[in-house]
């Protein structure tokens, strides 16, 4: 994958769903992930979809992937303060050596009271 | 659980300085990364290494130069630094794509700063 595409922002009142999409480019992806990133922190991967499923659910956290259209996106459920962070979804990317991935440029999620 | 640790979290160098970064994991991965992170233009991978001694370009490398001597250990170089560099810089690691998992983990990042 060369271009993963998210939105940049998304505010969202607390107890609220929040989506955060996603658009990847690479059809033949075998997994694609979602990695959090909180303030001053590096990223941590908060769960991932194989491609030969449709939906994940993972207690507060839903991923949705949709093949034909190449989208992904991750619902959060009574969103949280905690959740205030940056979102960023990845496709593995299988031009050269090495298991690398492509990244999103991330979505930056507000969480107010 | 996988820990990879990065040498400082903040840094302050001046322009012309020679600047190292040192990420080392613990997890007996086979890959490494460096990335660095600007606002609004999420990760751009810099270098990589998928085994000792071996290394890749990234996206951007202009400006850096990468080492790996021990498979623990992935060195980012600014071999003259310059304020375009300012940035946050993320070291990751990976097993081998034998385990079918691109999943990567990322060390907590070092800010550094050229003035």
């Known amino acids: 994958g060369e271009d993963v595409e998210q939105s940049l922002f998304l505010s969202v009142r607390e107890g609220d769903s929040s989506v955060i999409n996603c658009t990847y480019t690479?059809?033949?992806?075998?997994?694609l992930y979602w990695y959090k990133q909180e303030p001053g922190a590096g990223l941590q991967l908060l769960t991932y979809?194989?491609?030969?499923?449709d939906m994940k659910q993972d207690q507060r956290l839903t991923v949705l992937l949709n093949k034909k259209d190449k989208h992904l996106s991750l619902r959060i459920a009574d969103t949280q303060t905690g959740d205030s962070a940056i979102y960023f979804c990845?496709?593995?990317?299988?031009?050269?050596?090495?298991?690398?991935?492509?990244f999103g440029g991330g979505t930056r999620v507000l969480v107010k009271p | 659980d996988v820990k990879v640790t990065q040498s400082s979290r903040y840094l302050v160098k001046r322009t012309g300085e020679k600047v190292f970064l040192e990420c080392v994991q613990d997890?007996?991965?086979?890959?490494m990364f460096w990335y660095r992170q600007d606002p609004g233009l999420g990760l751009r991978l810099i270098y990589f290494?998928?085994?000792?001694?071996?290394?890749e370009k990234g996206d951007i490398p202009e400006g850096y130069s990468v080492s790996r001597e021990k498979k623990e250990r992935f060195s980012l170089i600014l071999e003259s630094a310059s304020t375009n560099q300012t940035s946050m810089y993320l070291c990751?690691?990976?097993?081998?794509?034998?385990?079918?998992?691109?999943?990567?983990?990322f060390g907590p990042g070092t800010r550094l700063t050229v003035t």
């Open positions: 290494s998928y085994d000792v001694k071996m290394k």
């Open positions: 990845a496709e593995p990317y299988f031009k050269a050596a090495g298991n690398k991935l492509t």
């Open positions: 990751a690691s990976s097993p081998s794509l034998a385990l079918l998992s691109y999943e990567q983990y």
């Open positions: 979809i194989f491609s030969n499923m």
């Open positions: 690479d059809s033949s992806s075998t997994y």
């Open positions: 997890m007996d991965h086979e890959n």
